[in-house]
């Protein structure tokens, strides 16, 4: 399928995704980062990633995955199969709205089944219309950014244990502001009390027999910005 376009009395022919895709890249109102790495099982093949991913670089517009892999921004290495570690790696950014949400709860099903351990992605949705930096914005204005970690895993053991070690280095980072490490013991016991706790119960619900969703959201703090695209 083409799309015609009138342009200065000229007339041009697009192909309908690639038309999709300048449309996400000028009129997206996020700029979207998916920052992280997946653990893969030995047996992933370059196919199997190709396939459980393409819901993100279809997304772009792409019409494959070498295409769809590249990011947004130049400098970025976008989304990468490194086979010998068996490890997918993603620095990314795609231009999109609050659909692509949607997108991550497909991709984060799919690569639970290609993982062989726990892991955590960071995205950051972007408010493409704000800037910090302009003294002729209204003050009132208030940025749309949000922030999401996603948990992948092949079992809820294994998302839990990953989301347990990134709370606990959490909470030690801003504890030991005030207190010393050695005296901090007693905290990271309550952490494991509560993930054990939330392990149990899972254990004993009917969830335990759905596959995980590997994926948890936290917006950003009120007044704090994440940087662009620094890690």
Known sequence: ??????????????????????M???????????????????DVKVADLEEALKPLWSYSGARSFTEGSKSGFEDEPGIQFLYH????????????????????????????ELSSAGSAIEVTFYDADFD???????????????F???????????????QRDLLVQDL???????????????????VDKLFSNRFDALVNSLDI???????????VRSGVRKPRRLH
């Open 1 to 22: 399928m083409q799309v015609m376009i009138n342009h200065s009395c000229k007339t041009h022919f697009f192909p309908a995704d690639a038309l999709i895709g300048f």
């Open 24 to 42: 996400q890249r000028y009129n997206a109102p996020f700029e979207i980062h998916v920052h992280g790495q997946v653990v893969l099982r030995d």
């Open 85 to 112: 570690d068996h490890m997918l790696q993603m620095c990314w950014t795609v231009f999109g709205d609050d659909d692509f949400r949607q997108t991550l709860d497909e991709v984060c099903m799919s690569l639970n």
């Open 132 to 146: 910090p930096e302009d003294d002729d914005q209204e003050q009132e204005v208030q940025s749309r950014d949000d």
């Open 148 to 162: 999401v970690v996603l948990f992948i895993g092949p079992t809820p053991a294994a998302i839990m244990q990953v």
């Open 172 to 190: 030690i980072h801003m504890m030991e502001r005030h207190f010393d490490a050695s005296e901090l013991s007693g905290v990271v016991d309550e």
């Open 209 to 219: 027999g759905k596959p995980p969703r590997g994926s948890n959201s936290g917006s």
